[in-house]
Structures are given as C-alpha cells and as structure tokens.
C-alpha cells in the first residue's frame, strides 16, 4: 500500500520515454515527477521516494526529501496567499496549502508559523495553524528517561514549551536550557519526570548517571591536550561548557564531581587541573 504524505519503498514499474513510473503491487502506478533523477533506474529496481497530489489531483513521486510529512508538526514558510488560502514551502514540487479556515490568523507570505499535515477527506494533503486539537496535555504513558523527538514551539517565563513526538505538550525549565533555542527548532530530548497531573517535564540529556562517565572520560582527553590544565571549573557559565563538551552544566559537574572524588582532578572556580 502507497501511502499518501509519506516517504515509501517503491519499484520502478514503468518506463516510458523520459518518463518513470513507481508503484507496488495492487497499488497504482506513480509519476516520478523529478525532471533529473539522481541515477539511471532499471525495472524492478527500489527506490525511495515521497508521494504526494499534484496539482491535477494526481500521484506523484519526488526523491526530495520534504521538511514534513503527514502526522508531523512542523515550523514552515509561507510561500504565498491566494483566495484559497496560503501556500507553504515544504520542499516539494507541489506547495502545501493551509485553507483559510484551518488558520488562526491571517498568515503573510515570507513569515513561518507551526502547521500540522494531515490529509482531508479527499486524501488532499493540507496544513492547520489549529495544532490545539492534535496535542494533548496529559502523557501517562510515557516514562521517565525516554527519548523523544522535541519541537520548540514557544518561550514563557518557565522556559520552552516543547511538542513532544508530534503528540503532546511537554515543558524544558530554564535550569534545564544551556543554549540558545529558537521557535521550530527540531531536537532530540528525554522525559525528565511524567509529573503527578501527568504533565511532562522535559531535559535535553539522558537523566541519570549513564552518560557520566564517558563524559569523564572526555573531560581527562582534553586535559591531556592541553597539559593538564582546563580553564572550565566549578563557576564557568553554562554557556562555556556547551560550547566545550556539547552538555548542561549540571552533567560537567557531575562529571568532575565523580573525577575528584577519585582524587585525579583539583577543582577551581574557573578551571580544573590534573593531580
């Protein structure tokens, strides 16, 4: 089965001229729309492609990679606005439309706002500034430590508010971000604690000791490199030890903690130094 506003696994069914057609047993043939592809395909051959309605109401196939699929929650450009609604760059052929009344405000061409894709009841597939509707508060069923895929979508006085797995709200506390993080950006995050309203807390590190000590680790290699002495200590901003070591302030010093302890380190204000 093809499915519609999704990457799938095809077969080159059909060649006829400059023209190649996909496809999958028991499903209809699909026109490769991309004018130059990539490598020359033979019968039979698999090829990775994203379907979507063009626009004559048809399948067709691109090897573009989109910015979002169906199911996705995603931070994308208006391209522009007609009388049926605005037009959103999504890295396909065919632009995305956001019909007007599946928006919240009057959206402008040149400006990104947070839509969800989903496909009508026609299998056309659209966008809604609506996102309420597909998020939930509330997630009991996840657990703390689990990875998740995070999407910024707001700034508040606590901290970000992120999506969490397209599916549901969750938080990041300002103890918790140690870089800059901007409206749309996609990354990577854990389950801090699922609360007892079941609201979730978000971090951007695996919680727990797991990660300490390959940290550790990391931290006497580059004490090594620079003859035992490194100008991040106990008081360095957050700031410095991301850019550094690419974690929170509080996993370094967890780190350290666990390195002088073992009696290897000598920890100052602003820089540790091998015994």
């Not at 023209?19 to 990539?38: A, E, F, H, Q």
């Not at 000791?209 to 490199?225: N, T, V």
């Given at each position: 089965?093809?499915?519609?506003?999704?990457?799938?696994?095809?077969?080159?069914?059909?060649?006829?001229?400059?023209?190649?057609?996909?496809?999958?047993?028991?499903?209809?043939?699909?026109?490769?729309?991309?004018?130059?592809?990539?490598?020359t395909y033979q019968m039979g051959d698999s090829v990775t492609a994203f379907v979507y309605i063009d626009g004559e109401g048809h399948l067709a196939a691109t090897l573009q990679t989109p910015l979002a699929e169906v199911g996705d929650i995603a931070w994308l450009k208006v391209a522009a606005v007609n009388y049926y609604g605005a037009f959103l760059d999504w890295g396909v052929p065919k632009d995305?439309?956001?019909?007007?009344?599946?928006?919240?405000?009057?959206?402008?061409?040149?400006?990104?706002?947070?839509?969800?894709?989903?496909?009508?009841?026609?299998?056309?597939?659209?966008?809604?500034?609506?996102?309420?509707?597909?998020?939930?508060?509330e997630g009991p069923d996840f657990k703390t430590g689990q990875q998740v895929s995070l999407l910024i979508a707001d700034h508040t006085e606590m901290g970000a508010k992120a999506i969490v797995d397209n599916t549901h709200w969750g938080m990041l506390y300002q103890n918790e971000i140690f870089r800059p993080l901007r409206k749309g950006q996609k990354m990577t995050g854990y389950i801090k604690k699922v609360r007892d309203d079941h609201k979730l807390d978000l971090t951007l590190h695996e919680p727990g000791?797991?990660?300490?000590?390959?940290?550790?680790?990391?931290?006497?290699?580059?004490?090594?490199?620079n003859n035992g002495v490194l100008t991040l200590g106990d008081k360095s901003p957050p700031e410095a030890v991301y850019a550094t070591f690419g974690v929170s302030k509080k996993a370094f010093k967890q780190a350290i903690g666990a390195l002088y302890k073992k009696q290897l380190i000598v920890i100052e204000d602003d820089s540790i130094r091998l015994i």
């Open positions: 089965m093809i499915n519609i506003g999704k990457i799938n696994q095809l077969k080159v069914v059909k060649q006829q001229g400059p023209n190649i057609y996909l496809g999958l047993p028991g499903s209809p043939m699909v026109l490769l729309t991309d004018k130059k592809p990539t490598k995305l439309l956001v019909p007007f009344n599946e928006q919240t405000c009057e959206m402008k061409p040149g400006r990104s706002y947070l839509v969800k894709l989903f496909t009508d009841s026609k299998d056309r597939i659209v966008a809604t500034t609506k996102i309420e509707r597909f998020l939930s508060d000791y797991g990660k300490i000590e390959p940290l550790a680790d990391q931290i006497l290699a580059e004490l090594d490199k």
